[in-house]
């Protein structure tokens, strides 16, 4: 009995250790990375009774309020960009001021604001386009006006609790969208 135990034993042994012996060298697992394909987007044209028009994705849907405040909704990824529209009247300086308040009211819950200038002076569109990292309410904005009648802004926002992390990739696509929609504004005469 003694001996068949130690033969065991032996054999246990014997392959555990060759089975912790590898040839190759260890390396570590590389970082996984989410992988979202969306569907393939063509664009349309908003030509609704505003003065301005702009062109929006076919994954989305536009609705459109009696003073050309306009929800483009995106049921694919339960989200919205929300665009609010004001006449100009002497008071551009209250209107950029009131949009970067806006803006910077996120500072609590953000890690960080960045701002890209947007300027298209053929179509005199003047803009500008914020991303804002980490859980806040609205992870990017934007302003655009013509500096003498129109100005326009505009705010992502998400129909869940804002985490950053989880919805980082839907926000990605969503600044493509933003940044499509901004540099195809054009204002009606």
Not at 35 to 57: A, D, H, I, R
Not at 116 to 142: E, M, R
Request: net charge positive.
């Amino acid at each position: 009995m003694f001996k068949k135990a130690l033969i065991i034993s032996v054999f246990t042994s014997l392959f555990l250790i060759t089975a912790c012996i590898n040839n190759a060298s260890t390396l570590p697992k590389p970082k996984a990375q989410l992988s979202l394909q969306y569907p393939k987007v063509t664009y349309t044209s908003f030509n609704g009774n505003c003065p301005f028009s702009f062109e929006y994705s076919n994954l989305a849907k536009v609705s459109v309020k009696n003073n050309c405040w306009i929800t483009i909704d995106y049921p694919l990824l339960k989200a919205s960009i929300d665009i609010t529209y004001k006449p100009i009247s002497n008071n551009i300086k209250a209107l950029l001021q009131d949009a970067e308040k806006l803006t910077y009211s996120h500072a609590i819950k953000a890690d960080a604001i960045s701002s890209q200038p947007y300027i298209d002076t053929s179509k005199k569109v003047y803009a500008t386009l914020y991303n804002v990292t980490g859980n806040a309410a609205s992870q990017l904005q934007f302003h655009a006006t013509d500096s003498l009648k129109n100005f326009v802004t505009g705010a992502v926002y998400f129909n869940s609790i804002p985490n950053y992390d989880s919805i980082y990739p839907a926000v990605k696509y969503l600044e493509i969208e933003m940044r499509h929609l901004v540099e195809s504004i054009s204002w009606k005469k």
